[in-house]
């Protein structure tokens, strides 16, 4: 079976990794899966540059990369193009290395243990956008979200202070994400359809001039809508 992105082609995945027969294994077996593998790269600078190339929908990245960390890969990649999902693939459970990576744009954060099956699910559903994170992180990337909000937000602009107006139903998708929810989670619960959540979301990101899930969970929480 064949995994489509949302224009209905197959997923398009980027690998990057400095270990040939780790990323050559992966992208073998994500191709075998269904994947479309448009690219791999063993070092930062031509991860950037072949992600700029080739516009993956997940870049499936290691953190630990020469020339160029993977952090700073992942904060090139998404500013260069939004659209493009990162799933980091590492081998260090650190948490100040996933604290660091989501920051920076990534949309989940896999360990190396993981399971070829888990790994396929993972690209799947970060294609999809839904966070993914390997078990236990996924608390502790919110408790982070948490404490972000809790710290005075830089001045804003004059034309970022002026309130922007959201639908009742793009507030109500707005509090689920910021409870943590997954967009699969988010549709079933207002039984709309997974496009529509994201449309949702990427209006809701639109108006509030906001570039990734990130910022959009630290605005509703410091608005106190994951408690309503």
């Known amino acids: 079976m064949t995994d489509t992105n949302e224009g209905g082609g197959p997923v398009k995945v980027m690998v990057v990794d400095d270990h040939p027969m780790w990323r050559d294994a992966v992208a073998r077996d994500l191709s075998e899966s269904g994947f479309e593998v448009v690219a791999t790269a063993g070092d930062g600078d031509q991860a950037v540059r072949r992600a700029k190339a080739t516009a993956p929908d997940v870049l499936v990245l290691d ?20 659209a493009i999902r990162v799933l980091v693939l590492s081998a260090s459970g650190e948490h100040a290395d996933v604290l660091e990576a989501v920051k920076s744009g990534a949309t989940g954060y896999l360990l190396k243990s993981a399971s070829t099956e888990e790994l396929q699910d993972a690209v799947r559903r970060t294609a999809a956008g839904d966070p993914v994170f390997t078990p236990g992180l996924a608390g502790l990337v919110l408790g982070e979200y948490r404490r972000l909000a809790s710290e005075p937000a830089p001045a804003p602009d004059e034309e ?19 409870k943590g929810l997954s967009y699969k989670q988010i549709a079933e619960r207002l039984v709309i359809s997974h496009r529509t959540v994201q449309n949702h979301v990427q209006n809701t990101l639109g108006k509030l001039q906001l570039h990734n899930r990130v910022e959009l969970v630290r605005y509703a929480i410091e608005r106190g809508l994951d408690d309503a």
């Open 160 to 178: 970022r202070s002026r309130a922007p107006r959201l639908t009742e139903r793009e507030t109500e998708v707005l509090r689920l994400v910021a």
């Open 63 to 82: 953190l630990n990369l020469p020339g160029k960390p993977g952090v700073q890969v992942c904060k090139e990649v998404v500013a260069g193009n939004p």
